[in-house]
């Protein structure tokens, strides 16, 4: 059951993802508000044209020639505007991918104020020639929508407002700081979602252990863990398994987990994913490895059920995207053709943040079981190590001979080493913060700048003998 819940809130992450990652979803929405506002109003003023009602006083009246002027002009001005906030858009857009990198465009084209203010001139814009063409003829002379007109009127004025809060929001969003703080906000709420997910299932396998213990130890419920376990498993996938390949070549996006649980128990097997979301899948090359080979032809043809892949990476199941992002603005902003140290610093800052919450709550399970408690999809999360690797490596690579970019790398280590759990983590935090010391004395030339990054280098060193004392004496406590 528990399985299920993830899986659904998994899928429905991605779609929610898919559907906001473009500029069509938010302003079809609003054409088809637009579409509805009119019919309301125009029936309205059908009903005040045969006597049925009153409308009120501050409603505007006219003529017919009168309404189709003003009708007339206010389409001709929105098709204008809106060809203005295509303009800044794509603007935008341009600048993004030269300053920031091409990957950094997903960000703001799934920006909602970029989204709704395209939506809200179209939808005006359909509204009045709605209205315009509503005007005409009748059987008590000519029909004025003046209700209709008037509605008209305060979508221009709401037209407005719209266009100077995307005017102010446009000019902050360009701004490094912000793109910078966002993408470390998606980073964050991936995290989060991780650790949710997570604990959701340790909650469903805390109640099966209660189940167990209620029913006495003949009594054996559905989703007991049963059958071989993975390092088993792992053998026999590397012994006599079969592999899959990939139908399609891109980027892998989603993975359907249930699908493939299913599909594994319908055949008895086990699934063993080789790539992640994240990775690019070239078709025809292994994707899959199952046990037993027999059943990898039958799984070969519902795998396309159970994945997605695309031209680009989302952030629904691939948390290293958000990483890779903020990577790649550092190591632009070291490049000898921008030489901007602070971003970069701004960068160093926010990863290390995110590096402080995975260390602290990220314990992705690889296993997935059938409803019999039976492993039946073995999948490839990203570990600890790659994503502390992928965040700091290529930034010293970038970072050679720039002490103040060495120093902050290594305050960012040591407040990492404050959370991290295990000596496993703590590892390969010294590996980093060594590898960073040895950048400074081989590259600095300054002697003075060496101290100050290998001061730095000690710092880390007391914190994990600091966070190990700590561990000690907890030991000691229980």
């Avoid at 005007?135 to 407005?160: E, N, Q, R, W, Y």
């Avoid at 199952?290 to 199941?317: C, D, K, N």
């Avoid at 990203?382 to 001979?401: D, I, W």
Wanted: hydrophobic letters at 50%; one cysteine or more; proline letters at 5%.
């Amino acid at each position: 059951m528990g399985e299920v819940i993830r899986g659904v809130h998994l899928e429905s992450q991605w779609r929610r993802e898919a559907l906001r990652t473009n500029l069509w979803v938010v302003p079809t929405l609003e054409v088809l508000l637009a579409v509805g506002l009119f019919f309301g109003t125009w029936s309205l003023d059908r009903a005040a044209y045969r006597g049925a009602l009153s409308l009120p006083s501050w409603v505007i009246s006219g003529t017919a020639d009168a309404a189709r002027q003003i009708l007339a002009a206010i389409a001709a001005a929105l098709i204008t505007v809106v060809g203005v906030v295509f303009s800044i858009m794509i603007v935008t857009l341009t600048l993004a991918s030269t300053q920031f990198g091409p990957r950094m465009l997903r960000t703001f084209i799934r920006d909602r104020t970029t989204q709704v203010t395209l939506g809200t001139f179209v939808a005006t814009f359909v509204y009045a020639m709605l209205a315009l063409i509503s005007i005409g003829p009748a059987s008590h002379g000519d029909f004025v929508p003046h209700l209709t007109i008037t509605v008209c009127m305060g979508l221009v004025l709401l037209d407005l407002a719209v266009l100077i809060h995307f005017i102010h929001h446009i000019a902050t969003t360009i701004q490094l700081p912000y793109v910078i703080a966002s993408i470390a906000t998606e980073l964050t709420e991936a995290i989060d979602a991780g650790v949710e997910r997570a604990e959701r299932a340790e909650r469903v396998e805390r109640a099966r252990a209660r189940a167990r213990a209620a029913n006495g130890p003949g009594h054996r419920p559905a989703a007991v863990e049963q059958g071989p376990d993975a390092a088993e498993l792992h053998a026999r996938l590397d012994a006599a398994g079969a592999t899959v390949p990939a139908p399609a070549s891109g980027y892998l996006q989603f993975v359907r987990h249930r699908t493939l649980v299913r599909i594994a128990t319908e055949l008895d097997a086990v699934i063993r994913l080789d790539h992640r979301p994240g990775h690019f899948l070239v078709q025809g090359h292994p994707l899959a490895t199952v046990w037993p080979a027999t059943a990898a032809p039958e799984v070969a043809r519902s795998f396309a059920r159970a994945h997605i892949t695309g031209p680009s990476r989302t952030l629904a199941q691939d948390i290293a995207f958000a990483v890779d992002q903020l990577v790649e603005i550092a190591i632009r902003a070291l490049s000898s053709a921008v030489n901007d140290t602070f971003t970069a610093l701004t960068c160093v800052d926010w990863l290390g943040e995110g590096l402080c919450r995975i260390a602290a709550h990220w314990q992705p399970d690889p296993v997935h079981r059938d409803a019999d408690g039976r492993i039946r999809v073995i999948a490839a999360p990203v570990s600890y190590e790659r994503l502390v690797q992928r965040a700091f490596e290529k930034v010293r690579q970038a970072a050679v001979g720039m002490p103040a970019v060495l120093i902050r790398q290594l305050d960012a280590l040591a407040q990492i080493m404050g959370e991290t759990v295990s000596e496993e983590q703590c590892a390969v935090l010294l590996d980093q913060a060594a590898m960073i010391d040895r950048v400074a004395v081989e590259t600095v030339p300054e002697p003075a700048d060496r101290d100050d990054v290998h001061r730095r280098y000690l710092a880390v060193l007391a914190a994990h003998a600091e966070r190990k004392r700590r561990a000690e004496l907890g030991d000691r406590g229980r």
